[in-house]
């Protein structure tokens, strides 16, 4: 069989954003904030959790410590009595911790809003700060890839499948193909749509408005 042109990838890829973007719309943040000091701190607690799991626990997270300075006193025991309920707990509020230390002393107590910045805070990789960027500030440097992304763009073989332990490969292989004009959109309304259809264990690719151009469709 012959390999794909990056033609191919790219019209499959515009096709899924413009049927997605028809089915959705613009899609909200799934995790509850307020200011971008709250989002940043919401994304770094949900790794490896639900996003319906760190809503439940950051309104007392931020009851207790509602900004950068407050947070910053707080030490990372009583943080974690807080989020316990989540994966990783005590590391994540170590890093939370730390995160808004940094924001104090080097930031001047406001969340910096470059890629490069960004990601010197404690717990905050190139996913989390897609997200603040785009959502806190409307910056589209890339695609936040998280397992629903990541799924969704394997399934639909638009990066290949060694990079799919990979997530940072993945988004390369993204932004590669897809135009910049699609990339703000991307991580909200594939997650919207993954939880609905394409999920990890039982998809539903009877419901799947995507079946027809889908290579990973069942008989294909």
């Given at each position: 069989?012959?390999?794909?042109?990056?033609?191919?990838?790219?019209?499959r890829?515009?096709?899924?954003?413009?049927?997605?973007?028809?089915?959705?719309?613009?899609?909200?943040?799934?995790?509850?904030?307020?200011?971008?000091?709250?989002?940043?701190?919401?994304v770094?607690?949900?790794?490896?959790?639900?996003?319906?799991?760190?809503?439940?626990?950051?309104?007392?997270?931020?009851?207790?410590?509602?900004?950068?300075?407050?947070?910053?006193?707080?030490?990372?025991?009583?943080?974690?009595?807080?989020?316990?309920s989540?994966?990783?707990?005590?590391?994540?509020?170590?890093?939370?911790?730390e995160?808004?230390?940094?924001?104090?002393?080097?930031?001047?107590?406001?969340?910096?809003?470059?890629?490069?910045e960004?990601?010197?805070?404690?717990?905050?990789?190139?996913?989390?700060?897609n997200?603040?960027?785009?959502?806190?500030?409307?910056?589209?440097?890339?695609?936040?890839?998280?397992?629903?992304?990541?799924?969704?763009?394997?399934?639909?073989?638009?990066?290949?499948?060694?990079?799919?332990?990979?997530?940072?490969?993945?988004?390369?292989?993204?932004?590669?193909?897809?135009?910049?004009?699609?990339?703000?959109?991307?991580?909200?309304?594939?997650?919207q749509?993954?939880?609905?259809?394409?999920?990890?264990?039982?998809?539903?690719?009877?419901?799947?408005?995507?079946?027809?151009?889908?290579?990973?469709?069942?008989?294909?």
């Amino acid at each position: 069989m012959p390999r794909e042109t990056n033609a191919a990838k790219r019209a499959r890829a515009i096709e899924v954003c413009e049927r997605l973007n028809r089915r959705y719309g613009p899609v909200e943040c799934f995790l509850d904030h307020v200011s971008p000091f709250r989002l940043v701190i919401s994304v770094l607690l949900s790794a490896q959790t639900t996003d319906a799991q760190v809503n439940r626990v950051t309104p007392e997270l931020f009851r207790r410590w509602p900004t950068p300075a407050a947070l910053a006193a707080a030490t990372p025991e009583q943080v974690a009595e807080v989020i316990h309920s989540l994966g990783f707990y005590k590391s994540k509020a170590r890093h939370a911790v730390e995160a808004a230390q940094m924001i104090m002393s080097d930031f001047g107590g406001e969340v910096p809003h470059t890629m490069a910045e960004l990601t010197k805070l404690p717990g905050v990789g190139r996913k989390t700060a897609n997200i603040v960027l785009n959502v806190s500030f409307g910056i589209v440097e890339g695609i936040a890839v998280d397992t629903h992304v990541n799924r969704l763009a394997h399934r639909m073989k638009l990066s290949p499948k060694t990079h799919e332990a990979e997530p940072l490969k993945t988004e390369q292989d993204l932004l590669k193909i897809l135009p910049h004009e699609y990339w703000r959109d991307v991580n909200h309304q594939w997650i919207q749509f993954c939880r609905e259809i394409c999920s990890a264990k039982a998809p539903k690719c009877g419901e799947c408005p995507l079946v027809d151009i889908c290579p990973s469709a069942p008989g294909k």
